[in-house]
């Protein structure tokens, strides 16, 4: 059974920083390529940043690009999503999933979730 755990969520003031960890258990980490998405009250999922199956690639939606960065352990089947110079807009909850696919961006192609860590920025 495959399990996805998030941790480091928190409340941080407006310009902090935050480190998310995603924890997987139940199928090799270096197999998948591994994104993270969030959605905040009242509004879609969206895609937020993923990483290669190796770590050598990533990509990041245009609102996070320079102010996050993704990287993974996979001897430690552990992903990690370092958050900086956080907004207000940031706030919602974090998510981590896996895929198979190439196709990061859709939330359609990830087979496995997290329950997701809440994110807040207050301003």
């Known amino acids: 059974q495959v399990q996805l755990v998030e941790s480091g969520g928190g409340l941080v003031q407006a310009g902090g920083s935050l480190r998310l960890s995603c924890a997987a258990s139940?199928?090799?980490?270096?197999?998948?390529?591994m994104g993270w998405f969030r959605q905040a009250p009242g509004k879609e999922r969206e895609f937020g940043a993923a990483?290669?199956?190796?770590?050598?690639?990533?990509l990041y939606a245009d609102a996070v690009k320079g102010r996050f960065s993704l990287s993974r352990d996979n001897a430690k089947n552990t992903v990690y999503l370092q958050l900086n110079s956080l907004k207000p807009a940031d706030t919602a909850v974090y998510y981590c999933?896996?895929?198979?696919?190439?196709?990061?961006?859709?939330?359609?192609?990830?087979?496995?979730w997290g329950q997701g860590t809440q994110v807040t920025v207050s301003s």
């Open positions: 990483v290669s199956r190796s770590g050598g690639s990533t």
């Open positions: 999933a896996m895929t198979y696919s190439d196709y990061v961006y859709g939330r359609n192609e990830y087979a496995y």
């Open positions: 139940g199928r090799t980490l270096s197999r998948y390529n």
